[in-house]
């Protein structure tokens, strides 16, 4: 496809401007490069904005493998070497029929070669051809270094007393990448009086991983110790520390915390996000009409927009997806975080570090200074950060900044127990958005579910007495049975209107600004949750975990 092409339809779909297309080009008379990787090297589209619209112009189906575990007998059929040599994946069989992912439109070698696996021309879909050597490289790892294999092998050594310290390192090893092959945030290995239970934090919730014999729990926490430059010594107090860990060209950053109970020492392991692909302001889980409020907000000059929620609800990606719609050419653009989580170029991006004295309220004195349109601060997390958030935001620029709280009109309190001027705020503030996130419905396995008479009500929805059916997932291989998969957000966007900023000069209770919100139409992140529940895309009972 010729280069303009690409970029003529990324224009017509609105996916990039022509100011895009413009700086692309010049880039491509200096490196020579294709113009679609320029574009995503400049994060102004993505990888697989750009595969989706190549798939459309092809007359092809578009099928993302981000989230994708291809099935073992699939992999079994079909060589790695001749996947990655042919620049395809398997993808799955249906009735002797392989569904085959290709990363360009044509490849025809692809076909052939599926061909003549199954003797049946394949099924062709397009996938993202970026994510697709990660994809193969995982899959086919695990598919010939199976891990429940692995740990059985050692609990087995354990019962013929083999145990060793090269088997400890290895067994730590399995726990970790088993963490990273279900995608989980956390791992937790708590120790009981006779055995230890490792735990996965997998979009949010808790699951039982494997259980393991006691003999080998202070050979982990050791382990991890060391690799977190711990005191192995210490047992009696709590300890925090960090390590990163490197599997199949990925680096992990691990947040390591241990504890000490009853029964030994508790160790969390966080597993620190690697950003990934950036989401458009449209994908992150607001209904239409919030998503257009949220685009006009994010295009404001001056003032001040704050996003909340607990740790782990994507504030930042959401600050990432609304930076998006901001012009990159025509604006400055600075950020600093603690740490950097997604890369965008254009913009001017900056990561805290204590040790270098380069704190949040340094960066806000620098930034001052560097000609900013936009500045994004990681978080407000005390008096400082609140001042100079505020400051910038009434001297001209626009402010973006998360903060932990419980809901979206919970900040004005929780601000002003943080000194800021009301008046001050009350004239910067643009609004405050809240978020969690809830498990999707797995699709793999969404059944409709009859609803017993009066059982919603019973959950405390009240005024859904017409529903007689809703969905739910009856658990399957892709979900690990539990019935979901990913997540989505539920949010609400406390405007500040006229009326509110009278409300929070004049010093008046959160409720009281929370009654003025919803009377002049505000949806709290419980109506947004219901409403997802109404359209099958999460549960109730998701809705009632997350939002009460
Ligand atoms: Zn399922």
Same mark, same amino acid.
């Given at each position: 496809?010729?280069?303009?092409?690409?970029?003529?339809?990324?224009?017509?779909?609105?996916?990039?401007?022509?100011?895009?297309?413009?700086?692309?080009?010049?880039?491509?008379?200096?490196?020579?490069?294709?113009?679609?990787?320029?574009?995503?090297?400049?994060?102004? !589209?993505?990888?697989?904005?750009?595969?989706?619209?190549?798939?459309?112009?092809?007359?092809?189906?578009?099928?993302?493998?981000?989230?994708?575990?291809?099935?073992?007998?699939?992999?079994?059929?079909?060589?790695?070497?001749?996947?990655?040599?042919?620049?395809?994946?398997?993808?799955?069989?249906?009735?002797?029929?392989?569904?085959?992912?290709?990363?360009?439109?044509?490849?025809?070698?692809?076909?052939?070669?599926?061909?003549?696996?199954?003797?049946?021309?394949?099924?062709?879909?397009? !996938?993202?051809?970026?994510?697709?050597?990660?994809?193969?490289?995982?899959?086919?790892?695990?598919?010939?270094?199976?891990?429940?294999?692995?740990?059985?092998?050692?609990?087995?050594?354990?019962?013929?007393?083999?145990?060793?310290?090269?088997?400890?390192?290895?067994?730590?090893?399995?726990?970790?990448?088993?963490?990273?092959?279900?995608?989980?945030?956390?791992?937790?290995?708590?120790?009981?009086?006779?055995?230890?239970?490792? $735990?996965?934090?997998?979009?949010?919730?808790?699951?039982?991983?494997?259980?393991?014999?006691?003999?080998?729990?202070?050979?982990?926490?050791?382990?991890?110790?060391?690799?977190?430059?711990?005191?192995?010594?210490?047992?009696?107090?709590?300890?925090?520390?960090?390590?990163?860990?490197?599997?199949?060209?990925?680096?992990?950053?691990?947040?390591?915390?241990?504890?000490?109970?009853?029964?030994?020492?508790?160790?969390?392991?966080?597993?620190?996000?690697?950003?990934?692909?950036?989401?458009?302001?449209?994908?992150?889980? $607001?209904?239409?009409?919030?998503?257009?409020?949220?685009?006009?907000?994010?295009?404001?000059?001056?003032?001040?927009?704050?996003?909340?929620?607990?740790?782990?609800?994507?504030?930042?990606?959401?600050?990432?997806?609304?930076?998006?719609?901001?012009?990159?050419?025509?604006?400055?653009?600075?950020?600093?975080?603690?740490?950097?989580?997604?890369?965008?170029?254009?913009?001017?991006?900056?990561?805290?570090?204590?040790?270098?004295?380069?704190? $949040?309220?340094?960066?806000?004195?620098?930034?001052?200074?560097?000609?900013?349109?936009?500045?994004?601060?990681?978080?407000?997390?005390?008096?400082?950060?609140?001042?100079?958030?505020?400051?910038?935001?009434?001297?001209?620029?626009?402010?973006?900044?998360?903060?932990?709280?419980?809901?979206?009109?919970?900040?004005?309190?929780?601000?002003?127990? $943080?000194?800021?001027?009301?008046?001050?705020?009350?004239?910067?503030?643009?609004?405050?958005?809240?978020?969690?996130?809830?498990?999707?419905?797995?699709?793999?396995?969404?059944?409709?579910?009859?609803?017993?008479?009066?059982?919603?009500?019973?959950?405390?929805?009240?005024?859904?007495?017409?529903?007689?059916?809703?969905?739910?997932?009856?658990?399957?291989?892709?979900?690990?049975?539990?019935?979901?998969?990913?997540?989505?957000?539920?949010?609400?966007?406390?405007?500040?209107?006229?009326?509110?900023?009278?409300?929070?000069?004049?010093?008046?209770?959160?409720?009281?600004?929370?009654? !003025?919100?919803?009377?002049?139409?505000?949806?709290?992140?419980?109506?947004?949750?219901?409403?997802?529940?109404?359209?099958?895309?999460?549960?109730?009972?998701?809705?009632?975990?997350?939002?009460?």
């Amino acid at each position: 496809m010729p280069p303009l092409r690409l970029g003529e339809l990324l224009q017509k779909k609105g996916l990039a401007k022509e100011s895009h297309i413009r700086i692309a080009l010049a880039e491509q008379a200096i490196t020579g490069n294709l113009i679609g990787a320029i574009l995503v090297k400049l994060s102004f !589209v993505s990888s697989k904005d750009i595969t989706q619209t190549v798939a459309e112009q092809a007359g092809l189906s578009f099928f993302d493998i981000s989230s994708y575990n291809i099935p073992e007998e699939v992999l079994r059929l079909v060589p790695r070497d001749l996947c990655s040599r042919l620049g395809f994946v398997p993808l799955k069989v249906e009735d002797g029929i392989i569904t085959i992912g290709i990363g360009t439109s044509e490849n025809m070698r692809a076909v052939d070669a599926a061909t003549r696996i199954t003797s049946k021309p394949p099924k062709i879909t397009m !996938v993202d051809s970026s994510a697709m050597e990660a994809a193969l490289e995982k899959s086919y790892y695990f598919l010939e270094n199976p891990i429940q294999e692995g740990i059985d092998k050692i609990v087995e050594s354990v019962k013929t007393g083999e145990l060793t310290g090269t088997k400890i390192s290895q067994l730590t090893d399995y726990l970790v990448k088993d963490a990273i092959r279900r995608k989980c945030t956390d791992i937790h290995v708590t120790p009981t009086s006779d055995t230890v239970h490792v $735990f996965y934090r997998i979009d949010g919730v808790l699951l039982q991983g494997h259980c393991l014999p006691k003999i080998v729990h202070s050979g982990i926490i050791s382990r991890v110790k060391i690799l977190s430059k711990l005191d192995i010594a210490e047992m009696r107090i709590p300890q925090d520390g960090s390590f990163s860990f490197n599997f199949l060209n990925m680096r992990y950053d691990m947040r390591v915390s241990t504890m000490p109970t009853i029964y030994g020492e508790n160790l969390v392991i966080r597993i620190l996000g690697s950003g990934g692909a950036i989401l458009r302001l449209a994908s992150l889980g $607001f209904d239409k009409d919030d998503t257009e409020r949220l685009r006009r907000l994010f295009l404001k000059p001056y003032g001040m927009i704050l996003i909340c929620g607990a740790t782990g609800s994507c504030k930042t990606t959401t600050l990432y997806a609304a930076l998006r719609e901001i012009d990159l050419i025509e604006k400055n653009v600075l950020t600093v975080e603690d740490p950097v989580e997604y890369r965008l170029s254009m913009v001017k991006q900056t990561s805290v570090s204590e040790k270098a004295g380069y704190s $949040f309220e340094a960066a806000g004195r620098t930034f001052m200074r560097q000609d900013p349109d936009v500045i994004l601060l990681g978080e407000i997390r005390d008096e400082e950060t609140a001042t100079i958030a505020l400051r910038a935001s009434i001297t001209g620029h626009l402010v973006l900044s998360t903060l932990h709280t419980n809901d979206a009109v919970s900040t004005i309190p929780r601000l002003v127990n $943080f000194n800021v001027d009301r008046f001050l705020l009350s004239s910067a503030l643009l609004c405050v958005i809240g978020q969690r996130l809830v498990r999707r419905i797995c699709s793999g396995c969404k059944k409709e579910y009859t609803l017993k008479p009066g059982e919603l009500e019973s959950m405390g929805f009240t005024g859904l007495n017409d529903m007689k059916t809703t969905f739910k997932g009856e658990g399957c291989s892709d979900c690990g049975g539990t019935g979901y998969s990913g997540r989505t957000t539920i949010g609400e966007i406390f405007i500040v209107t006229q009326e509110i900023k009278e409300l929070i000069y004049s010093g008046a209770s959160a409720t009281a600004m929370l009654d !003025v919100a919803i009377r002049n139409g505000m949806k709290t992140m419980r109506d947004n949750g219901i409403q997802k529940a109404v359209s099958g895309i999460t549960t109730f009972e998701e809705v009632l975990r997350v939002a009460g």
